[in-house]
């Protein structure tokens, strides 16, 4: 049996094979659903619960964890299907057992496991537990990711439960920080979970960081990925989350970012005359145009939610915008989005759709759509390419 002291062992379940997370998110390399079992010398809890897929290996290991004892609580830090899954099976097992959550969580716990009847304890902010010798105490940590979630800090072992703030969607055997083997890899899912499901929520994952360095813990134990020791990468994880919400600077420079897709360069052309206009218009502005074709999506959707103000290009295929154009918009931070100014050109041949239904799309994602949306009939001859750039260049002075 894992554990990560003398009192808590870990019940996490390994999915090596996970490929797709949440039906968004890519995952190379798999993943581990954490919880754990706290020992205390009245009670004992189980920290988080686990998908409903892996109910029977969990109960398994709660079951070894606990030695033929019962768990008196079971504390639900959020209710994400992948850690609420088997919270019914759980409660099946071990009727008398306590869910402990904050408000958020009570509500939704119903909907998940269908028990009208189950009346969770209801926690705030800086309430607590005693587990006798051990205390629970929990930190409310809203929109980390979700509405729900909370941490849960032990004092007397300076131990922080912190959920999916800081975890990664990552899959090795040995559960701790120091003991990665695959040490890039591991940087690049930290990364990729940060930027999937942590990034809408910048100003909130500067109040948790807050809160965690007040604790200044020496082991964060989050919900998915390696724990992470003070002697370990906790540092180094705090600092890029740091870095990663951190808001621009007032006199950072702009950046403006053009996406677009072209089968025989038309649209391409008019993407390079607009970025022209704009750097005329705007000559601090950070102006980077990109093709869609062979380019990673993850790493654009970033590009484009870290924009202040974009432009999307597509000619028209078979009625519509081309695929590559709508698999960009599906990595849109639609949480964030709002008012974020956006044009749109492209290339048609006859009639001409893909532009305004890029169009209606953002206008139902709330961004500031600019209007006109500029095309060109096939090839563009220089006279439109100069009227390109005309429009380049006032998109930028409408951004002033
Ligand atoms: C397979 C295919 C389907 C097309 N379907 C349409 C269409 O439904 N409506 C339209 O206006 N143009 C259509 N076109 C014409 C293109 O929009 C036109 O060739 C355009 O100039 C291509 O721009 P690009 O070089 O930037 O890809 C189609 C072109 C291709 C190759
Ligand atoms: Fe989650
Ligand atoms: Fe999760």
């Given at each position: 049996?894992?554990?990560?002291?003398?009192?808590?062992?870990?019940?996490?379940?390994?999915?090596?094979?996970?490929?797709?997370?949440?039906?968004?998110?890519?995952?190379?390399?798999?993943?581990?659903?954490?919880?754990?079992?706290?020992?205390?010398?009245?009670?004992?809890?189980?920290?988080d619960a686990?998908?409903?897929?892996?109910?029977?290996?969990?109960?398994?290991?709660?079951?070894?964890?606990?030695?033929?004892?019962?768990?008196?609580?079971?504390?639900l830090?959020h209710t994400e299907p992948d850690h609420s899954g088997c919270v019914?099976?759980?409660?099946?097992?071990?009727?008398?057992?306590?869910?402990?959550?904050?408000?958020?969580a009570?509500?939704n716990i119903?909907?998940i496991t269908?028990?009208?009847?189950?009346?969770?304890?209801?926690?705030?902010?800086?309430?607590?537990?005693?587990?006798?010798?051990?205390?629970?105490?929990?930190?409310?940590?809203?929109?980390?990711?979700?509405?729900?979630?909370?941490?849960?800090?032990?004092?007397?072992?300076?131990?922080?439960?912190?959920?999916?703030?800081?975890?990664?969607?990552?899959?090795?055997?040995?559960?701790?920080?120091?003991?990665?083997?695959?040490?890039?890899?591991?940087?690049?899912?930290?990364?990729?979970?940060?930027?999937?499901?942590?990034?809408?929520?910048?100003?909130?994952?500067?109040?948790?960081?807050?809160?965690?360095?007040?604790?200044?813990?020496?082991?964060?134990?989050?919900?998915?990925?390696?724990?992470?020791?003070?002697?370990?990468?906790?540092?180094?994880?705090?600092?890029?989350?740091?870095?990663?919400?951190?808001?621009?600077?007032?006199?950072?420079?702009?950046?403006?970012?053009?996406?677009?897709?072209?089968?025989?360069?038309?649209?391409?052309?008019?993407?390079?005359?607009?970025?022209?206009?704009?750097?005329?218009?705007?000559?601090?502005?950070?102006?980077?145009?990109?093709?869609?074709?062979?380019?990673?999506?993850?790493?654009?959707?970033?590009?484009?939610?870290?924009?202040?103000?974009?432009?999307?290009?597509?000619?028209?295929?078979?009625?519509?915008?081309?695929?590559?154009?709508?698999?960009?918009?599906?990595?849109?931070?639609?949480?964030?989005?709002?008012?974020?100014?956006?044009?749109?050109?492209?290339?048609?041949?006859?009639?001409?759709?893909?532009?305004?239904?890029?169009?209606?799309?953002?206008?139902?994602?709330?961004?500031?759509?600019?209007?006109?949306?500029?095309?060109?009939?096939?090839?563009?001859?220089?006279?439109?390419?100069?009227?390109?750039?005309?429009?380049?260049?006032?998109?930028?002075?409408?951004?002033?």
């Open positions: 049996m894992h554990a990560i002291n003398d009192k808590v062992f870990i019940t996490s379940v390994l999915n090596p094979n996970m490929r797709v997370f949440d039906v968004v998110m890519c995952t190379e390399y798999g993943t581990s659903y954490n919880s754990y079992v706290v020992v205390g010398s009245d009670k004992t809890a189980l920290i686990n998908h409903a897929t892996f109910s029977h290996e969990w109960l398994e290991k709660v079951d070894e964890a606990l030695g033929g004892g019962k768990p008196d609580y079971l504390v830090n019914a099976a759980c409660l099946k097992r071990y009727p008398e057992l306590e869910v402990v959550c904050s408000a958020a009570a509500i119903k909907h269908n028990l009208p009847e189950l009346e969770p304890r209801v926690v705030k902010d800086g309430e607590s537990i005693d587990l006798g010798g051990l205390t629970l105490q929990f930190v409310s940590a809203p929109f980390l990711h979700w509405p729900d979630t909370m941490f849960t800090w032990i004092p007397e072992q300076k131990l922080l439960f912190s959920c999916d703030f800081l975890g990664a969607h990552f899959c090795e055997p040995r559960l701790f920080d120091h003991k990665i083997v695959f040490a890039r890899d591991y940087t690049t899912a930290f990364k990729e979970y940060y930027d999937a499901i942590m990034a809408p929520f910048g100003p909130w994952v500067a109040k948790g960081l807050d809160k965690l360095e007040a604790l200044d813990p020496e082991v964060v134990a989050p919900s998915h990925g390696p724990i992470l020791t003070k002697r370990g990468r906790l540092a180094t994880g705090i600092e890029h989350y740091r870095a990663w919400s951190a808001v621009p600077a007032a006199d950072t420079p702009r950046k403006i970012s053009l996406f677009y897709c072209s089968a025989y360069g038309n649209t391409q052309k008019l993407a390079a005359a607009i970025a022209t206009g704009i750097r005329k218009a705007l000559p601090e502005a950070r102006v980077c145009a990109h093709d869609l074709v062979d380019a990673d999506m993850a790493h654009l959707g970033a590009e484009l939610n870290s924009s202040d103000a974009f432009l999307l290009g597509s000619p028209t295929l078979n009625r519509d915008a081309v695929p590559p154009i709508w698999n960009l918009v599906a990595e849109i931070d639609a949480v964030n989005i709002a008012k974020r100014p956006v044009a749109f050109f492209g290339s048609y041949g006859w009639s001409g759709e893909a532009l305004p239904a890029l169009s209606e799309r953002l206008a139902t994602l709330k961004a500031a759509v600019y209007e006109p949306q500029f095309r060109v009939r096939f090839v563009p001859s220089e006279n439109e390419l100069d009227a390109a750039e005309e429009f380049g260049a006032e998109f930028a002075r409408s951004l002033e």
